[in-house]
């Protein structure tokens, strides 16, 4: 992306006024693990999504917390401290 | 109806501040600027200027604070000299990358060590490549002008760069001197809002100073560099401006005596006024002589000064400081910026004037003659200098 | 309709993410963390003033940027003079009519190097020149983005980069300087510590200081799982580790007056933390033993200071 740009692309002063264009980044593509939720076993507390780094968990319509693959570095901490065991940290494939 | 007084430099440039209605204030106290800030936290303490007064514990504070504040639309002044423009060294290309147009005077200072509260023009050289427009003075007059007009050419919204006006140390900042006070309709009228289109705001959240990886540093750097250039437009529209409201012209190089001249001398700052004083003598005794002034330092005037300097045999350049291994800074610049013209005048430099060692009137004569002889025969000393021992 | 909030009991935690996803901080860090959780209680009407260090570096590269309130960044060690001329400016401005009245919390945020090596001497002007500004210290225990050289926050006994455990050192062998008790020194009239892990006490606490009349600090340890070598999911738990073993106490100092806001029966032994760190993996069981008599000696030091203040 920045290697598309020219010096006329650029703000005066280098200002960057689209509030928060770094959500177009993927960083999914980080992880080696990644979570998976059991359902069943999940109470919906939401500790993953509040102790989550780079804010990948995502409420969903049914009340779960669920990771967004394309953020998700897979640090594993929703897996450490869900009190249910609800979230398993497996492999990624190779792609 | 504006008024004719008796004013000290530097009150005159807290006059111009004052008169530009500034926001805020922050500085840190240095011989010999301190009769700026004095003033100025005086003004706000008496009300006679509605601003914040930052007494702030360093010069690298004093110029960061200013950024914090035009960086929400605040119009910014600070001043410094000699050491307290190198603390601050790192925080003036920050200004001038960021494009926040903090004004500064700076009251040139020689550099330790040895420690030297007096002046010369190291501190000023030392900044050259930084990004700011900057102006030299040469009396009390000119320090409230150019100060007035560095608000009106930084703030613009075509230009948004810092603007440094220097003073001499002491041989300007604490000479009195009669100084005309405009009106303050006329200021107004010179000078509009600073309007910042780029304000920190929760309402419309942007980022300043992002980080510039290499894939987009040198972009940066190039839009910098353009943008810099083309202040010179808005630079020259400030003075004819300046000039039709207060009726004093400004050039990006003052010429004096120039017309035919086959020997040119060329100053900076207010040791102008007494090379000025020789030339005139020489001129009564017929010699083809003249001088010329960088009164814009940067962006550099390639165009007005190539233009001055057409016609001349020799051009002799007067520093105020020592590019160690190189010689004097001006000096080195001036022959780089006639290297392609053809003719061109012979163009040798010497050096004086350093840490507050005085230049007189036959210190200039010795300029004058030492530099004609070279300019013919060559030199064969380290360092061409004038009144060092 | 997404919910504008997640509930916790009586807690509600806005779901907007102020620090937008898409960020570079390493996996599984800390000060990310902190500085999310740090984000949703400061809200919309903030103008951040940050120092460089990771979270200037994984926060901004142009053309993107994760901010979705202002912010700026000048450089390292000026971060609490460039707050101060918000603060001037923004006060100025409205003083003399040239903006709207209005409530914006002026905040600087900077990692332990750039708070309490190479930033004091602004930070303690910024104080003491008494600017209505909170500061966040994000301590990491060490300069992070650089390679996890020393800084005066790094413990004594820590490995780091430039005071490297070896034949002749333990690593650092200085100890944590009290930045808590320097800023409080200046009487400021909010100063409190933080940490992740306590997600509510964290909010909490940065929502007090962004609050408070005057200069506030909130002092957060932000567990670094790249320079602090441990296993990225245990970030959470190293916070909880910190303060269950008294290495560091979660307090606050409100007009001088002390304050535990976790003060466990029985302190954990200080090898339970120290364990999991890569850091810490040089140590010496006697070693381990006089850091826990400085855990110790600390920890009484501050529950004097509790103890001497009126309730
Ligand atoms: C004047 C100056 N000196 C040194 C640096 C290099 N530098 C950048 S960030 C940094 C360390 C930052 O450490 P800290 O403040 O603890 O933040 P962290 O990265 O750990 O979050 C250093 C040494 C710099 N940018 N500017
Ligand atoms: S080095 Fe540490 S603090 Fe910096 S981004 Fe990585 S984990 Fe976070
Ligand atoms: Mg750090």
Avoid at chain 2, 35 to 49: D, F, K, S, Y
Avoid at chain 2, 54 to 68: F, K, M, N, R
Avoid at chain 2, 107 to 115: D, E, Q
Avoid at chain 2, 284 to 300: M, N, T, V
């Amino acid at each position: 992306m920045a290697d598309e740009l020219t010096w006329k692309d650029l703000e005066v002063g280098n200002i960057i006024k689209e509030a928060g264009n770094a959500s177009f980044r993927e960083t999914g593509d980080w992880r080696t693990e990644k979570p998976i939720l059991d359902k069943e076993k999940c109470v919906k507390c939401a500790l993953c999504w509040i102790y989550c780094p780079d804010a990948a968990i995502k409420p969903s319509e049914e009340g779960y917390y669920e990771s967004d693959l394309y953020y998700c570095k897979g640090c594993g901490i929703c897996a450490s401290i869900c009190p249910e065991r609800a979230i398993t940290m497996i492999a990624e494939e190779e792609k | 109806m504006s008024q004719r007084v008796a004013l000290e430099a530097s009150h005159a440039v807290a006059e111009a501040v004052r008169m530009a209605d500034v926001d805020v204030i922050s500085a840190y106290p240095i011989t010999p600027q301190t009769h700026i800030p004095e003033r100025l936290a005086e003004m706000v303490a008496n009300g006679e200027l509605n601003a914040a007064y930052i007494p702030v514990e360093s010069e690298h504070s004093a110029l960061s604070t200013c950024l914090g504040a035009a960086a929400v639309g605040a119009r910014t002044f600070t001043a410094t000299a000699g050491q307290g423009l190198e603390l601050m060294h790192e925080v003036v290309y920050i200004a001038s990358s960021m494009r926040y147009p903090v004004v500064m005077a700076v009251c040139n200072r020689a550099l330790s060590a040895p420690l030297n509260v007096w002046g010369d023009h190291s501190d000023a050289m030392a900044v050259r490549d930084t990004g700011w427009i900057q102006v030299f003075c040469q009396n009390g007059q000119e320090a409230f002008d150019l100060t007035l007009w560095a608000f009106r050419v930084g703030e613009d919204p075509k230009v948004l760069f810092p603007v440094m006006v220097h003073l001499d140390g002491f041989t300007l900042s604490h000479v009195t001197e009669p100084v005309i006070l405009p009106e303050q309709s006329e200021v107004d009228r010179f000078l509009p809002r600073f309007q910042y289109p780029f304000a920190l705001d929760p309402d419309k959240p942007m980022t300043h100073g992002a980080f510039g990886p290499p894939d987009i540093y040198s972009e940066t750097k190039l839009a910098q560099e353009v943008a810099f250039r083309k202040s010179k437009k808005v630079i020259l529209q400030g003075w004819q401006e300046f000039g039709d409201i207060f009726h004093r012209y400004y050039h990006p190089v003052e010429e004096y005596k120039t017309e035919d001249a086959q020997t040119l001398l060329l100053t900076m700052g207010a040791f102008t006024e007494t090379a000025k004083i020789v030339i005139d003598e020489r001129r009564d005794k017929g010699e083809s002589i003249g001088l010329i002034s960088l009164r814009l330092w940067r962006p550099f005037p390639f165009e007005e000064f190539r233009q001055a300097v057409k016609g001349a045999k020799v051009l002799i350049v007067f520093d105020r400081c020592i590019s160690f291994g190189l010689g004097g800074p001006v000096f080195a610049e001036i022959r780089s910026a006639l290297y392609d013209e053809e003719p061109r005048p012979k163009v040798v430099g010497i050096i004086g004037g350093l840490g507050g060692r005085d230049m007189s009137e036959e210190d200039f004569d010795y300029v004058i003659n030492r530099g004609r002889e070279i300019a013919e025969k060559g030199s064969d000393r380290i360092l061409e200098t004038v009144n060092i021992r | 309709m997404k919910a504008q909030a997640v509930k916790f009991g009586e807690k509600l935690v806005p779901t907007k993410e102020f620090l937008a996803e898409g960020h570079s901080f390493c996996i599984g860090c800390g000060e990310a963390l902190a500085l999310r959780l740090a984000c949703k209680a400061l809200g919309k009407d903030v103008i951040i003033a940050n120092a460089t260090g990771c979270i200037e570096i994984c926060t901004s590269p142009l053309p993107f940027t994760s901010w979705r309130v202002p912010w700026i960044h000048t450089l390292f060690e000026n971060t609490a003079a460039v707050i101060s001329g918000v603060e001037a400016g923004l006060k100025t401005l409205t003083k003399k009519n040239k903006r709207p009245v209005r409530d914006i919390k002026c905040v600087a945020i900077a990692g332990d190097g750039g708070t309490s090596d190479i930033g004091i001497q602004a930070l303690s002007g910024a104080f003491e020149r008494n600017h209505e500004f909170l500061y966040i210290c994000f301590d990491n225990e060490a300069y992070m983005n650089t390679g996890v050289q020393r800084s005066s926050a790094t413990p004594y006994g820590a490995s780091t980069t430039t005071a490297p455990a070896g034949k002749f050192s333990i690593g650092q062998i200085t100890r944590k300087k009290n930045m808590v008790a320097i800023a409080a020194a200046h009487d400021i009239p909010y100063v409190a510590t933080a940490c992740p892990s306590y997600r509510f006490d964290l909010m909490k606490k940065v929502r007090k200081g962004a609050e408070v009349k005057g200069p506030a600090y909130v002092h957060i340890l932000s567990p670094c799982p790249t320079g602090w070598r441990y296993s990225t999911e245990l970030t959470v738990k190293i916070g909880q580790l910190a303060v269950q073993t008294g290495i560091f106490p979660l307090y606050e100092i409100e007009n001088g007056r002390y304050r535990l806001n976790a003060d466990p029966p029985k302190l954990k032994p200080i090898e339970e933390y120290l364990k999991l760190q890569g850091r810490y993996r040089h140590l010496t069981g006697e070693q381990i033993e006089r850091i826990q008599e400085m855990v110790n000696e600390d920890y009484a030091k501050l529950k004097k200071k509790v103890a001497a203040s009126p309730m």
